[in-house]
């Protein structure tokens, strides 16, 4: 199967398995608020590397959301805390050092760092950087390195694969979504994976926690411009009513989006000490990523976040601002 990757991203990961297939250890390190692309990607990755019989290990950043327990290998993930030396750190679905919380300090120990993203907002902060912003995932370009280190797709890493991809695609549904894509996802359901056992733990394990805060979020909804922009607020208040945790908002942005008439769907997620967390997604024309630039986040023209100090009634106001050119 031919690669559609440019041969500036050819060169990038042909020096990237090099230094890794020489190294002393290799440390792969989540992102905070680890989604099915990041861990997907790290654990298919992970294990490919040590079928090598290479040092790897892989470390989280924040805690695993439940939806993601089902993934194998999810028991080598581990915290950093007095393991030592670091000799390659490979950072995956990152668009900067900030998106690894607390293990960005281990940037300044590694002898060498890999950065492995998708994300046009990315900003290259790797000794080796593979970034195709045309590709769909991250997981998209871990297929091609596992590929071209002429390591066997098996069940395991077949699985972590097709989450990662999946997961980011909205189940093969958004733009990101090529004809790469989908010969990818042709060449991994012949790794023997079970879609169908995916597919459940990724599209229909919703809690009843998760369900409640659910329909009362959208009791919350605010339509704006029309109707073309719709906005929900999860605060530390609507939690508790919800008995659910922010990892239950998982999904409500999306379903936002799919109302006739919404062009921008956005959710504002209250964290503790006026922390908030915006995720945004469009339809067809509003470049979400252009709006989150400005407040220094990023991410893709039709899916992208930022994190701002700030109160939800502040942020909205502001992001209302800048959407009035757009709508």
Do not use: W
């Not at 733009?175 to 879609?195: G, P, V, Y």
């Not at 609507?238 to 998982?250: G, V």
């Not at 999904?251 to 967390?277: D, T, Y």
């Amino acid at each position: 199967m031919k690669t559609k990757m440019t041969e500036a991203i050819e060169k990038q990961i042909n020096l990237a398995i090099e230094q890794m297939l020489n190294s002393k250890n290799i440390y792969i390190v989540s992102h905070v608020q680890p989604d099915g692309d990041n861990l997907g990607s790290i654990l298919s990755l992970g294990q490919a590397l040590k079928s090598k019989n290479l040092d790897v290990f892989m470390l989280k950043s924040d805690e695993i959301p439940n939806d993601f327990m089902f993934l194998p290998g999810i028991e080598y993930m581990m915290d950093y805390d007095g393991l030592g030396y670091v000799d390659v750190l490979i950072v995956l679905d990152s668009g900067d050092e900030n998106r690894i919380g607390k293990n960005k300090e281990i940037l300044g120990k590694a002898n060498l760092v890999i950065n492995i993203d998708h994300h046009i907002s990315n900003t290259y902060f790797g000794d080796i950087n593979i970034v195709d912003k045309d590709a769909s995932s991250t997981g998209e370009l871990v297929f091609e390195i596992i590929k071209s280190m002429g390591i066997e797709i098996s069940k395991e890493i077949g699985t972590c694969l097709y989450t990662a991809i999946s997961s980011d695609t909205g189940s093969f549904m958004y733009d990101n979504t090529s004809a790469r894509t989908h010969e990818i996802a042709a060449e991994l359901l012949k790794s023997n994976i079970d879609k169908s056992y995916i597919n459940i733990n990724l599209y229909q394990n919703r809690s009843l926690e998760r369900t409640k805060l659910f329909i009362t979020a959208l009791n919350s909804l605010e339509l704006y411009y029309n109707d073309k922009v719709a906005i929900v607020a999860i605060t530390q208040e609507l939690l508790e009513k919800s008995n659910a945790t922010m990892e239950d908002t998982e999904g409500i942005v999306s379903f936002l989006r799919e109302i006739s008439p919404v062009e921008v769907a956005i959710i504002l997620k209250e964290f503790h000490g006026e922390n908030i967390k915006v995720s945004m997604r469009s339809k067809k024309y509003v470049d979400v990523a252009k709006i989150s630039s400005y407040f220094s986040g990023g991410g893709h023209v039709r899916a992208a976040g930022f994190t701002v100090n700030s109160t939800v009634g502040k942020i909205k106001a502001s992001l209302l601002e800048q959407l009035k050119d757009y709508i």
